[in-house]
């Protein structure tokens, strides 16, 4: 008997796992009854999530604020050239859907920060850093912290990279190890430029520990930092320790930022830019509105990508918008303000 192409059972699809001891049949169904969120869906995210996606976690929710470019592609492997300017979070959850019709995944085109970070992370059983910033990672981290949930720390860059597991009250978290770093000092991507194997890596190391936190086998990074540096195949870890006075996992002390507006993204004139208050705009009403104005160069489920004058506008549902070709945030809002008029949206 040929069962029909493309279907595949549990058993079928698990059975190396569920053959392999110290895994089972028992860590495969706790897998299965886990959520993990993945912030961030770059070279890190991309790699993580799809071998958390074929391993078999049941919930994958997948955040990211951002669309395909043609500098991804060479890193982020969910990506072709056919993705280019969709929102990276429809196309990934399209992909891991295929990879692994078994799982649940949850596309979330969001600008995470401080007001919706617990609504994003919740009911999640883990945390993956799929990020490129220390000003989103600090966001989480102390989100986590007030959450009780694991965080699996990831960093790459050239051809270097760190992984952790934060879990306070059991472990320092990442503001206890790095603590009141600009992203201002790093070096980014697209200064420092990245190997595409260095967030393969890293992304798949991420998995690992991600698999035997939820799994619970082996022993994970909690306490200890991984440093990794491949020009030499250097790996080391180090232990790492409470920091005392942590304003982040330490009781006291607490403190929280306002939500941010307005965030440059990492290397590119594009700016994100967030409404006063969500808004709840039906995507295809707000087509019909914006290509009366406005060149559409593509409808996808999560976005509308437009060009006004000599910017390219990806307009999301809550009416967040990723504004490119922008040299400062007063032109940006200036254009916001435009595009929100012209939907019948006065701020
Ligand atoms: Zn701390």
Redesign the pocket.
């Given at each position: 008997m040929h069962k029909p192409r493309g279907r595949i059972s549990y058993d079928e699809y698990y059975s190396r796992q569920i053959i392999f001891k110290e895994l089972g049949r028992r860590g495969q169904r706790r897998l299965a009854r886990s959520t993990v969120a993945i912030v961030g869906l770059g070279g890190l995210g991309t790699v993580s999530s799809l071998y958390l996606t074929v391993a078999g976690v049941g919930r994958l929710r997948l955040i990211d604020q951002d669309t395909v470019e043609p500098d991804n592609l060479h890193r982020q492997i969910l990506y072709g050239p056919d993705d280019l300017s969709y929102p990276k979070v429809e196309v990934s959850a399209k992909k891991l859907e295929e990879a692994n019709p078994l799982v649940r995944v949850e596309a979330v085109p969001e600008n995470l920060n401080e007001k919706n970070v617990e609504r994003l992370l919740s009911g999640a059983d883990c945390v993956v850093d799929g990020l490129d910033n220390m000003r989103t990672r600090y966001l989480i981290n102390r989100a986590c912290v007030r959450m009780r949930v694991p965080y699996v720390y990831g960093a790459a860059i050239g051809m270097e990279g760190n992984v952790s597991v934060f879990s306070?009250p059991e472990t320092?978290?990442?503001?206890?190890v790095f603590p009141g770093i600009d992203d201002a000092e790093l070096q980014s991507c697209d200064v420092r430029g990245v190997l595409g194997a260095t967030p393969g890596i890293i992304g798949s190391l991420q998995a690992m520990e991600t698999v035997k936190l939820l799994a619970r086998i082996g022993s994970t990074l909690k306490g200890r930092l991984l440093i990794c540096d491949f020009s030499d195949m250097f790996f080391g870890t180090v232990d790492i320790s409470?920091?005392e006075g942590?304003p982040?996992?330490?009781p006291t002390g607490m403190v929280s930022k306002a939500g941010e507006k307005l965030v440059w993204l990492c290397g590119r004139n594009t700016v994100n830019v967030n409404p006063n208050r969500p808004l709840r705009l039906k995507l295809s009403e707000a087509y019909e509105t914006i290509r009366q104005d406005f060149n559409v160069r593509l409808k996808s489920r999560l976005a509308i990508i437009f060009t006004y004058k000599n910017h390219e506008i990806s307009l999301f549902s809550d009416g967040r918008m990723l504004i490119k070709n922008v040299k400062d945030e007063e032109s940006a809002l200036r254009v916001q303000r435009q595009v929100l008029k012209k939907l019948g949206q006065t701020k």
């Open positions: 306070p320092p978290c990442l503001e206890c409470k920091r942590c982040a996992c330490q």
